[in-house]
């Protein structure tokens, strides 16, 4: 095959590529499924026009009927990379964390359970051995889910379940490859079967190997990207290259997992990446990934199905009862887990409730594709692999994918409406009805202001006028229907539209630079959980995913334990900047929100909800004053820091604004324009780097405030804070324990403690200490200490703190009133 008609192949794929979408839009049928069939269909008639390709040749001249042959390579190396990559890009990591164990028990186990429910299933049917049968059930274990959750978008399913179903199509891709790489090792002729002792140690190692390798590429491709944010080109080129260079050299250097190590090569560069990029070229990238995704989705379809007829060549009778048989135990075993082993995570509260019509539309969406045909060629290919088994691979993963595909994927859109899924639910007919009406009287001002300036002509206005008039009050009195929509319904849909106003905020947020996209995409994903719990739970979930958003979660705390324990603060120091940043702009977006509550919200819901609304606002912006309050607290000056910088930024938009006016007003040319913005951005490059938070400094600023240490010079002061150990504890956590040996003397910087001793409570705060009596006294400790807020410690050692006694007049005296207070003989104490 020449150049020229290979170009010409390529150029026919991507027309036949560009007309599939309204095509399938048109029949009603998911994208990938039309692919199919028309990739079938050319299959099969470049099968049957090949061998008569010398009389088409003698009936048209110039005609020339050219076999077309790909091979398993190209989709394992080329296309299969491409398609993983951006699907791990495009996940909300963070979200999905939330449900990281239903996400892996519905991949890794499912693939497993259906490896093996395949694999018994068929062997006493077949001459085959059970390591090949269990092969082909890797080989089909796959699932391609793109179908389901291209509708469950479309139908507005809950972004819960769709994440699980996302994520699972992801992971399951990964681990049904890695089986299937595991059991072909068996089958192949010439290469010695592994032992027990290589398949525990050997199959592990090619995942976590695999995990190693991306983890680590990612890693260095991100310090690369971070050097290369002047070229935005070159960083795009970059990431590019990142997919294709983790699989072979996980692949051919290291011998693990290749798809494995793509994964988590675009796992790491879509959780870290933002906070590397600049939010521009962070989108362009996305943007870029998108339409390679697309492409090669669509050509691992097309081509494969090509395919099809020569992977059928030879079937039989015999091999369609063997079809039949790995669709009963593929679905059995799919049912497995949807209907035992998903409600089962239900109930153990580690996976969302999913109802029957949902669960039903996952079993009848799990379409097999192009990656189980690129697997069942490259078995077709291997000249290890004896011929008897090539034929009955080929045909039955060929058999099953197609009957998922005509069979499943040409109903699924039916079974859904079947199901009632495509029918708005009783809240969100409710929801669009209020749109509707705060929508048109939007249209109504601003068509109002619109014959004010030009001048219209009064009878075709009047006409229009009424027409509008009549439209907007049906509207209206949709929306206002109180047997429609009872308050408890009415508050639900006020705040989901609070909680969206809150994305929007974000997004302009971020488009106007004011947060960078790290934090904005940590900031949108608290909103949709905002969102999707306040659409499910109403206004008490409201208030749950608030608190939520202000929590520090499992990555504060395994910081703050670092720090702690080990001394290692820079990951604290990060996430404790970043909070500052997130809670200074979640205050002034919750703040906007009361406006948007008065001229919109109001109007559809009346005064007394607006009111509600407003206090439900107001409670989160005290919660969110208070948590930032605690950290100004506990890191003194550095808020004040994160506040100029945000001034500053929001200066630098107005100004950039400004000129982009003039620009388009014609006041200032191309020239001047562009080199003002030049000179914007370098500015804005000295803004964005965020001020670094130095614990050790702000050690410092905490004992200045102690009145303990007042006396003290500066000098001593700061070689007492050398001295001193930051410990940040949680709500909950037990300080000193009944029964210890006392050790050390903890000086409170923020926050309060909670003393219990002989049956009686005392309540300490900032500036005050314990654990002192227990020491001076060489008793066991006879009093449990217990944080009652988010509390910053200063904790200083037996020794260290004798020393400071003897320097200190006021520390003594403060000692002295303690064990008074305690009822306790001062003279009992060795001061």
Not at 230 to 239: D, M, V
Not at 491 to 505: C, H, K, M, P, S
Not at 651 to 659: A, G, H, Q, T, V
Request: hydrophobic fraction near 50%; include cysteine.
């Amino acid at each position: 095959m020449d150049v020229v008609t290979l170009v010409g192949i390529v150029a026919a794929l991507f027309i036949v590529i560009s007309l599939s979408e309204p095509l399938a839009d048109w029949s009603r049928l998911p994208y990938t499924v039309v692919l199919a069939i028309i990739g079938t269909l050319i299959g099969t008639a470049a099968a049957y026009l090949v061998p008569y390709g010398r009389a088409v040749t003698e009936l048209a001249p110039g005609v020339e009927v050219v076999a077309f042959s790909i091979r398993a390579n190209v989709f394992l190396y080329v296309l299969l990379p491409t398609l993983l990559f951006q699907v791990a890009l495009g996940l909300n990591l963070r979200r999905m964390a939330e449900d990281w164990v239903p996400i892996l028990v519905m991949a890794v186990v499912a693939v497993v359970l259906a490896t093996f429910a395949i694999g018994l299933a068929l062997q006493p049917f077949t001459p085959l051995p059970l390591v090949t049968c269990l092969m082909l059930g890797a080989i089909v274990a796959t699932t391609d889910p793109s179908a389901v959750v291209s509708i469950f978008r479309n139908i507005a399913a809950p972004q819960r379940l769709t994440r699980i179903v996302e994520g699972e199509s992801l992971l399951n891709d990964a681990a049904a490859i890695a089986l299937f790489g595991f059991f072909l090792t068996f089958v192949m002729l010439g290469v010695p079967n592994p032992t027990l002792q290589d398949a525990l140690v050997g199959f592990p190692l090619l995942i976590f190997g695999g995990v190693a390798t991306g983890l680590f590429l990612g890693r260095i491709c991100l310090g690369v990207l971070s050097w290369l944010g002047r070229y935005p080109l070159a960083q795009i080129s970059l990431s590019v290259a990142l997919p294709y260079v983790a699989y072979l050299v996980a692949d051919q250097v290291f011998g693990v997992s290749g798809v494995i190590a793509v994964v988590m090569a675009g796992m790491t560069l879509n959780y870290l990446g933002p906070g590397r990029m600049s939010p521009t070229n962070w989108t362009n990238l996305r943007e870029v990934w998108d339409v390679l995704a697309h492409w090669a989705g669509a050509l691992i379809f097309l081509l494969a199905a090509l395919l099809v007829p020569r992977l059928l060549g030879d079937l039989r009778l015999h091999d369609l009862f063997l079809i039949v048989v790995v669709i009963v135990a593929a679905t059995a075993a799919r049912m497995f887990m949807l209907y035992v082993v998903l409600p089962l995570l239900t109930a153990l509260r580690l996976s969302p409730r999913v109802d029957r019509p949902y669960r039903v539309a996952i079993l009848w969406g799990g379409l097999r594709g192009a990656v189980t045909l690129a697997l069942a060629l490259a078995v077709s290919e291997n000249f290890r692999v004896p011929t008897d088994v090539k034929r009955y691979v080929g045909i039955l993963a060929t058999g099953f994918t197609l009957f998922t595909l005509l069979v499943q994927g040409t109903t699924l859109r039916w079974i859904i409406a079947r199901l009632g899924l495509d029918r708005l639910a009783p809240i969100d007919r409710a929801l669009s009805n209020q749109v509707i009406a705060v929508a048109l009287q939007k249209v109504r001002e601003e068509v109002a202001e619109t014959v004010r300036n030009h001048d219209l002509t009064h009878e075709i206005v009047r006409s229009e006028a009424k027409r509008f008039a009549e439209r907007l009050d049906g509207a209206i009195q949709k929306a206002e229907v109180a047997d429609d929509i009872p308050d408890r319904e009415r508050i639900t849909l006020g705040l989901v539209a609070l909680a969206g106003r809150e994305r929007d905020f974000i997004l302009e947020a971020f488009r106007d630079q004011l947060v960078s996209t790290r934090l904005a995409e940590q900031m949108l994903a608290d909103a949709d959980r905002l969102i999707e719990r306040t659409r499910i739970g109403g206004r008490d979930e409201y208030r749950v995913a608030g608190r939520l958003s202000l929590a520090q979660g499992r990555d504060y705390r395994f910081a703050s334990m670092l720090h702690n324990r080990l001394r290692i603060s820079g990951l604290l120091a990060r996430l404790t900047a970043d909070r500052f940043e997130i809670l200074l702009n979640l205050r002034l977006i919750l703040r906007d929100l009361h406006a948007y509550i008065d001229t919109k919200i109001r109007r559809i819901h009346g005064r007394r909800i607006a009111d509600l609304l407003h206090e439900l606002v107001k409670r989160r912006e005290d919660e969110t004053q208070a948590a930032l309050e605690g950290l100004r607290l506990q890191y003194p000056g550095y808020a004040e820091e994160i506040e100029r910088r945000y001034l500053r930024r929001t200066s630098l938009r107005l100004e950039e604004r400004e000129y982009d006016v003039l620009f388009i007003d014609g006041l200032i040319g191309k020239e001047l324009h562009t080199t003002l913005k030049q000179e914007l951005a370098v500015k804005r490059r000295k803004v964005e780097a965020r001020p670094p938070l130095d614990l050790a400094v702000q050690k410092t600023e905490l004992v200045r405030q102690f009145a303990l240490f007042a006396e003290m010079d500066e000098d001593s002061r700061k070689q007492l804070a050398k001295a001193l150990r930051t410990r940040y504890v949680q709500p909950g956590d037990v300080l000193m324990r009944k029964g210890d040996t006392p050790r050390e003397v903890c000086f409170i910087a923020s926050g309060a403690v909670e003393l219990e001793t002989a049956g009686q409570k005392f309540r300490l705060g900032r500036g005050e200490m314990f654990g002192q009596l227990s020491l001076l006294s060489h008793q066991t400790r006879r009093t449990q200490a217990i944080a009652i807020s988010h509390t910053t410690l200063l904790v200083l050692d037996e020794a260290r703190f004798r020393r400071l006694l003897k320097r200190s007049r006021k520390l003594r005296s403060a000692v002295i009133e303690s064990a008074e207070r305690r009822g306790l003989d001062a003279a009992a104490l060795q001061l």
